[in-house]
């Protein structure tokens, strides 16, 4: 049981790692998305005759991209506080199989020193009856 929620720890580490580098790679199409604009806006200053219809529908798309960009954003970042609230209760259950673990072993412990002290116990009542017979049997 110790390793099956060892295991489920790091799968919801990885699971977490994938959402993370998923955000990454959305907040960088967001920062391409800006400079695009920037650029766009750059060329449609140069020539304004030709570039007003060209970059009115440009920023058109351009928003509708960074909204949608922003919806789907908002929602990874959802999903990964989903996969953290995962991780950490695997983590908890881990924790608790592993403080279930160590009582366990600490028990046997005592369990093993107890029957240990009961052997040694019995070798000296032994040692002492033999002794008293011995000095009885002298006595006679």
Known sequence: MLRLHSWTVDE???ELGVLHAREEELIAT???MARQLLREQQAASA???VAGFIYAAFAVGHRLRREQ???TLAALREEIEQARDRLADAFRQLK???EVQKERAHQE?????RKEQMFFDEIA???FRQKQAAKRESQT
């Open 109 to 113: 412990d005592i369990d093993a020193a």
């Open 47 to 49: 020539d304004p005759a």
């Open 125 to 127: 009542q032994t040692q």
């Open 12 to 14: 919801r580490r990885r």
């Open 96 to 98: 608790v199989f592993e």
């Open 69 to 71: 960009l922003g919806r």
């Open 30 to 32: 967001g920062e391409e």
